[in-house]
């Protein structure tokens, strides 16, 4: 059984970097069936999608945050991690990370808890 | 980009009802459609995957049909535990994608 957990702040101040890193367990992520994504929730909304990232090294990002998304792997650690530049108060959420099946035509098969981070002075 | 609408927005409902959720995409996805159940402070949990595949371990109540732009997803015994906010997700373009904007089920 699969098990993501992210790790990061919960407080992160306006113009700043926000990273966060997921760490998994119970699969690798060097594995060619799976992407590995960032999805968050604001408070009392739908989730949206940051981004993904492939073995095959392919990032598709969302549109809308790509200027300020950089995602990457770190195999041998079994993590994979996100940064998002310049944040607001607009990127306040819940940040969950979560696995992408290929089989299952990219549906989202297991997710992280969640890490809530607040964009504040 | 293609845009979810789900329907209704929130509904109640009484153990034992069949409840039906209905979601329209914007364009023609195929069956690149999937549901999600998720409790208060809790992460989505996968139900239903390429519109009508059941999830492992997800009781056989729920089901999911359609393709195309117009699909749906019916619990035919509500339980006590099905209280929650359901959300479709098209990945059409896997593995990017778009949610829904959910549909909280609650007791009558």
């Known amino acids: 059984q699969v098990l993501l957990k992210e790790s990061g702040p919960g407080l992160v101040k306006p113009s700043e970097t926000l990273a966060l890193t997921c760490s998994v367990s119970?699969?690798?992520?060097?594995?060619?069936?799976?992407?590995w994504a960032w999805i968050r929730q604001p408070p009392e909304k739908e989730p949206e999608w940051i981004g993904s990232?492939?073995?095959?090294?392919?990032?598709p990002y969302n549109p809308s945050l790509k200027s300020r998304v950089a995602m990457s792997m770190d195999m041998p650690k079994s993590q994979f991690s996100l940064r998002l530049s310049s944040v607001t108060a607009a990127d306040t959420a819940v940040y969950y990370c979560a696995r992408i099946s290929v089989r299952g035509l990219g549906a989202v098969d297991a997710w992280g808890q969640g890490n809530m981070v607040i964009v504040s002075s | 980009d293609i845009q979810m609408t789900q329907s209704p927005s929130s509904l109640s409902a009484s153990v034992g009802d069949r409840v039906i959720i209905t979601c329209r995409a914007s364009?023609?996805?195929?069956?690149?459609l999937h549901w999600y159940q998720q409790k208060p402070g809790k992460a989505p949990k996968l139900l239903i995957y390429?519109?009508?595949s059941l999830q492992s371990g997800v009781p056989s109540r729920f089901s999911g049909s359609g393709s195309g732009t117009d699909f749906t997803l019916i619990i035919t015994s509500l339980q006590p535990e099905d209280f929650g906010t359901y959300f479709c997700h098209q990945s059409y373009r896997t593995p990017r994608g778009t949610f829904g904007p959910g549909t909280k089920v609650d007791l009558k």
């Open positions: 390429a519109a009508s």
């Open positions: 119970g699969d690798s992520i060097s594995g060619t069936s799976y992407y």
């Open positions: 990232i492939h073995l095959s090294g392919s990032t």
């Open positions: 364009q023609s996805i195929s069956n690149y």
